[in-house]
C-alpha cells in the first residue's frame, strides 16, 4: 500500500516549527483567521504569512496525536501531546484546543537535546537535589518558567552519575532519557495510566528509587507524592505556584481541614526543597536565563510548615543563604549587577520588583 499523500498545508507547518526554532522561539501559535505567533524571549510575534486553515490543523493533529488524544480532542474540546523525536531531530509538546467550530493550537518547543545543570546555570542547591537518597524536591514558577527542562536535566544527572530506577509519570512525556547508569522508565498518563495518582500507587510496586510526577494537580496526587517521599524514595514534582509559601499553603490547602495539621508534619518530615523558577530575556538578545528563589528544609524550615507559620518562610530564605537559600529577588539582582539581564526585565517577573537592585553594567 502506498504512503499518503503529504498535503501542503503539513509541509507549511512542518516549515514553520523548523522557522520557529531558528529564530530561537519557545512557542509556536496558529489557528482560526490569525496569523501564526511565535513566542522570542517571552514576547508574543505575529508572522508575516497567511493563517494556516482547519483543513491543515486537521492533517498535522491525524499524524501528531493518537487516537486516544484525537478523541479526547473531539469529545472534550482539549487535548495535549508531544513529539519526542520530531521531524526535525527535536522534541515539543502540543495543546491542541477547539474555538468557534475551528482547531487552534499551542506547540511548546523543548530543547534538542536535554540541557546540562550547568548550562542552565542554576544555584547548586538545585543540583544538590539530585544527590540525595530520598525526599520531596518541588519545581514552582508559571507556565514557560523552565520547570520541565530543570526536571529533565536533574533527571539526567542521576542518569549519568547513579545506579537508580528511575519511574517518570507525565502528562505527556517530554524528555525521553536512555538509561545510561540508571534504568529510566517513562510513563505517559492516556497512554500507559490512568491518572498520576493512580501510576504512584502503582511505582510503589516496581522498586523505584527516582519517581518524577510532571505535575501535582489534585490532593490524591499529592497524597501519593508525599507517601513515596516518605517510604524512602527521591520524588521530584512540578506546582503552578508563584513562591515557596504559596506552594506549602497549596498542598496543604488541597487537603479538608481537620487535616491540615497531619499534612504539615508530613511535608516538614520529607520537603528536601523548593525551587520557585521564572524565566528572564538575556541583555545580549541570547534567549532567556533563569531566575530563582531557593528553599531547603532545614530545621528552621521544617518548624515553620509544622507550626503553620509559611508567612515567616520568606524571613528563613533571607537569612539562609549559608544553607544554599536565596530570593528570587537577590538572585534577579545578582543578574542585572552582571550584565546578564535589564534592570526592567528583572523586576518584570517579580512582584517585589522594588528589592530588585543593582546597577546595569555599560554596554560593551
Do not use: W
Not at 285 to 292: E, H, I, L, Y
Amino acid at each position: 500500500m502506498g504512503r499518503a499523500p503529504v498535503s501542503v498545508g503539513t509541509v507549511r507547518l512542518a516549515s514553520l516549527i523548523r522557522a520557529a526554532r531558528d529564530r530561537g522561539a519557545s512557542d509556536l501559535h496558529f489557528g482560526g483567521s490569525d496569523r501564526p505567533g511565535l513566542r522570542v524571549d517571552g514576547r508574543l510575534i505575529a508572522l508575516e504569512t497567511a493563517p494556516i486553515d482547519d483543513a491543515a490543523i486537521r492533517m498535522f493533529l491525524s499524524a501528531a496525536l493518537s487516537g486516544a488524544q484525537l478523541a479526547r480532542l473531539y469529545a472534550d474540546g482539549t487535548a495535549d501531546g508531544a513529539a519526542p523525536a520530531a521531524a526535525d531531530g527535536a522534541p515539543y509538546r502540543l495543546h491542541a484546543y477547539r474555538h468557534g467550530g475551528g482547531l487552534r493550537v499551542a506547540i511548546r518547543l523543548l530543547a534538542e537535546r536535554v540541557p546540562s545543570l550547568e548550562e542552565l546555570a542554576l544555584p547548586a542547591a538545585v543540583a544538590s537535589f539530585a544527590e540525595r537518597p530520598s525526599g520531596l524536591a518541588l519545581f514552582t514558577g508559571p507556565t514557560g518558567s523552565g520547570k520541565t527542562t530543570a526536571l529533565a536535566s536533574l533527571i539526567d544527572r542521576i542518569n549519568r552519575t547513579a545506579d537508580r530506577n528511575i519511574v517518570t509519570v507525565e502528562d505527556p512525556v517530554e524528555y525521553v532519557h536512555a538509561p545510561l547508569r540508571s534504568f529510566v522508565t517513562h510513563c505517559e498518563v492516556g497512554r500507559d495510566v490512568a491518572d498520576f495518582a493512580e501510576a504512584l500507587r502503582g511505582f510503589m510496586r516496581a522498586d523505584p528509587d527516582v519517581v518524577l510526577v510532571g505535575e501535582m494537580r489534585d490532593r490524591a496526587t499529592m497524597e501519593a507524592a508525599l507517601t513515596a517521599a516518605e517510604t524512602g524514595h527521591l520524588v521530584f514534582a512540578t506546582l503552578h505556584t508563584n513562591d515557596a509559601a504559596q506552594t506549602v499553603d497549596r498542598i496543604v490547602d488541597a487537603f479538608p481541614p481537620d487535616a491540615h495539621t497531619q499534612v504539615r508534619v508530613q511535608l516538614a518530615s520529607v520537603l528536601a526543597g523548593i525551587a520557585a523558577l521564572r524565566l528572564v530575556p538575556r541583555r545580549d538578545g541570547g534567549g532567556r536565563c533563569a531566575a530563582a528563589e531557593i528553599l531547603i528544609g532545614t530545621d528552621a524550615v521544617r518548624a515553620l510548615i509544622r507550626e503553620g507559620k509559611t508567612h515567616q518562610l520568606r524571613n528563613t530564605i533571607v537569612t539562609g543563604r549559608a544553607a544554599g537559600m536565596q530570593t528570587l529577588e537577590s538572585h534577579l539582582s545578582e543578574l542585572v549587577v552582571r550584565g546578564e539581564v535589564h534592570h526592567k526585565d528583572a523586576q518584570a517577573v517579580t512582584i517585589r520588583a522594588a528589592e530588585v537592585r543593582g546597577f546595569e553594567r555599560a554596554a560593551s
